[in-house]
């Protein structure tokens, strides 16, 4: 390593050095001495003193753009979502109480109105139908013959012969006969539709979906009037009352079941167009609202629609996910570009050009898409409002400096 050696110059004196830095330090102390002196007298003579006030750095104005709010019509989409559900199901049990003998359908059997699903067994109301055929005829036969005696009656009555107690007995006899062949004839009636009901059908078009009874088991009606057979009851389950043999489903029309936000209503009718989209049939299908429920769900906030959908070839079942996106009628609004709106959603607000400078100014706004929100409250068309990469640095009262209207 080499060593480098700086040597002072030479005629070099230390002390005439020290002896120069010392003179130049006395000279600027006595002349700082002699400024405050000056500056004592003139104040102890009532003279102003002038104080050199520091240079003011004027603010340069921000450079934004400017977008104004926007009048148009605007038709916005209210989605909602559910479960494609059959257009009528029902739980077919028989209308008579017996033996289940007979079933003539299995599940995903497609039936039409009127053919025969199940049997009850029918030799019991095969021989109450003979009953009440022979209990017609034995009141018939009683009616005969109290006719004919009221008639030989009213003859010898209108000769003075018969009195009119007897009259009146045999009048009485002829009535309750004519009541008795009634209440027969009402029987062999009900006789006679008990065993028809023995045999269940169809009430409508539709597919077998569940069975929850087969052959040989015991089927009752209950909670129905009671009649001969139990034949007039109501259609029922078995084995108590509870589930009946099939369940059947008319699919020809299905319903999508779509449930929407409450706030959503407002934009929604009767006849309001969209379109069901079926995750599981991976088709789009045309509808229209039909069914606008009246019930407001009290825990979701939500409320039922239904919109119908023809399904001539049972293709789309019952269950299936369904999505709706309804077309609401145009209504005017204004809107803005969302970019121009700060603050939180509660506390929104946005600046606004006003002679030169910001003006921050609140507004209330809902979101319309990834692009726009619909202002409610605080602007109106007219207003110029501020927008560009440099927002974020105004403040209320800021000088600003537009370079041009902002165009996307």
Request: proline fraction near 5%.
């Given at each position: 390593m080499s060593n480098t050696y700086i040597f002072p110059p030479a005629g070099f004196n230390g002390a005439n050095i020290m002896r120069t830095v010392m003179m130049s330090g006395i000279a600027l102390l006595l002349a700082l001495g002699a400024c405050g002196k000056d500056?004592?007298?003139?104040?102890?003579?009532?003279?102003?003193?002038?104080?050199?006030?520091?240079?003011?750095?004027?603010?340069?104005?921000?450079?934004?753009?400017?977008?104004?709010?926007?009048t148009e019509q605007i038709i916005e989409p209210v989605v909602g979502t559910g479960s494609i559900s059959a257009s009528q199901k029902s739980n077919i049990g028989p209308s008579?109480?017996?033996?289940?003998?007979?079933?003539?359908?299995?599940?995903?059997?497609?039936?039409?109105?009127?053919?025969?699903?199940f049997e009850i067994r029918k030799t019991d109301y095969v021989i109450r139908?003979?009953?009440?055929?022979?209990?017609?005829?034995?009141?018939?036969?009683?009616?005969?013959?109290?006719?004919?005696?009221?008639?030989?009656?009213?003859?010898?009555?209108?000769?003075?012969?018969?009195?009119?107690?007897?009259?009146?007995?045999?009048?009485?006899?002829?009535?309750?006969?004519?009541?008795?062949?009634g209440i027969a004839r009402a029987n062999l009636a009900k006789a006679r539709q008990a065993l028809d009901d023995t045999t269940v059908r169809a009430p409508y078009d539709g597919v077998i979906v569940y069975q929850y009874k087969y052959d040989g088991e015991y089927m009752s009606v209950m909670g129905g009037p009671p009649g001969v057979g139990d034949g007039g009851g109501a259609p029922g389950g078995g084995g108590g009352g509870g589930r009946g043999v099939f369940d059947i489903s008319k699919i020809d029309v299905v319903a999508a079941i779509v449930e929407i936000p409450e706030t959503k209503l407002r934009f929604v009718r009767l006849g309001t167009p969209g379109i069901v989209r079926i995750d599981g049939m991976g088709k789009e299908y045309p509808s229209q609202v039909h069914v606008i429920n009246d019930q407001v769900d009290t825990v979701s906030r939500k409320v039922q629609l239904r919109l119908a959908i023809l399904n001539p070839d049972y293709a789309i079942k019952p269950g299936l996910f369904a999505r709706a996106t309804l077309t609401s009628d145009p209504r005017p609004a204004i809107t803005l570009d969302?970019?121009?709106?700060?603050?939180?959603?509660?506390?929104?607000?946005?600046?606004?050009?006003v002679d030169g400078h910001a003006k921050q100014t609140k507004i209330t706004s809902r979101e319309l898409d990834a692009r726009r929100v619909e202002i409610l409250e605080g602007l109106t068309p007219e207003d110029h409002v501020l927008m560009g990469s440099n927002l974020t640095r105004v403040r209320d009262g800021d000088a600003i400096s537009v370079e041009m209207a902002y165009v996307d």
């Amino acid at each position: 390593m080499s060593n480098t050696y700086i040597f002072p110059p030479a005629g070099f004196n230390g002390a005439n050095i020290m002896r120069t830095v010392m003179m130049s330090g006395i000279a600027l102390l006595l002349a700082l001495g002699a400024c405050g002196k000056d500056e004592k007298k003139a104040a102890d003579a009532g003279e102003p003193v002038t104080a050199t006030a520091p240079a003011v750095v004027e603010q340069k104005p921000i450079e934004l753009s400017i977008v104004k709010p926007v009048t148009e019509q605007i038709i916005e989409p209210v989605v909602g979502t559910g479960s494609i559900s059959a257009s009528q199901k029902s739980n077919i049990g028989p209308s008579v109480s017996g033996i289940l003998e007979k079933t003539f359908v299995a599940v995903g059997d497609r039936v039409k109105q009127g053919d025969p699903l199940f049997e009850i067994r029918k030799t019991d109301y095969v021989i109450r139908l003979q009953e009440a055929q022979f209990q017609v005829k034995l009141a018939e036969a009683d009616f005969t013959n109290a006719k004919a005696e009221y008639e030989r009656i009213s003859e010898l009555k209108s000769s003075g012969v018969v009195s009119r107690g007897q009259m009146d007995k045999i009048q009485a006899q002829y009535s309750v006969s004519e009541a008795r062949l009634g209440i027969a004839r009402a029987n062999l009636a009900k006789a006679r539709q008990a065993l028809d009901d023995t045999t269940v059908r169809a009430p409508y078009d539709g597919v077998i979906v569940y069975q929850y009874k087969y052959d040989g088991e015991y089927m009752s009606v209950m909670g129905g009037p009671p009649g001969v057979g139990d034949g007039g009851g109501a259609p029922g389950g078995g084995g108590g009352g509870g589930r009946g043999v099939f369940d059947i489903s008319k699919i020809d029309v299905v319903a999508a079941i779509v449930e929407i936000p409450e706030t959503k209503l407002r934009f929604v009718r009767l006849g309001t167009p969209g379109i069901v989209r079926i995750d599981g049939m991976g088709k789009e299908y045309p509808s229209q609202v039909h069914v606008i429920n009246d019930q407001v769900d009290t825990v979701s906030r939500k409320v039922q629609l239904r919109l119908a959908i023809l399904n001539p070839d049972y293709a789309i079942k019952p269950g299936l996910f369904a999505r709706a996106t309804l077309t609401s009628d145009p209504r005017p609004a204004i809107t803005l570009d969302r970019r121009a709106v700060l603050g939180p959603q509660d506390a929104q607000y946005v600046f606004v050009a006003v002679d030169g400078h910001a003006k921050q100014t609140k507004i209330t706004s809902r979101e319309l898409d990834a692009r726009r929100v619909e202002i409610l409250e605080g602007l109106t068309p007219e207003d110029h409002v501020l927008m560009g990469s440099n927002l974020t640095r105004v403040r209320d009262g800021d000088a600003i400096s537009v370079e041009m209207a902002y165009v996307d």
